[in-house]
């Protein structure tokens, strides 16, 4: 990739998001929960977001809210 597409990629939220996601995927507790929440709010259709959050949610209806916002 050229210095122009690496730059046009970096600027766009969605493809920030997926790089927090992959650091996420990575990390534990609250640094997890921290960088999915980050995706989201570079990219709110960011699935992989909620999937985390709901492996992290405290209660099952939780973890299902997080589910459903994913998949809707």
Known sequence: MDAGGAEQYACRPRY?????I???WE???ERRVALARRALA???DCADAYVLLAQAAPSL????E???QGVA
């Open 61 to 64: 209806e939780e973890a299902r």
């Open 16 to 20: 920030r998001a997926e790089d927090l």
């Open 42 to 44: 570079l990219w709110p």
């Open 66 to 68: 997080a589910l459903a």
């Open 27 to 29: 990390a534990a507790g």
């Open 22 to 24: 992959c650091e996420a």
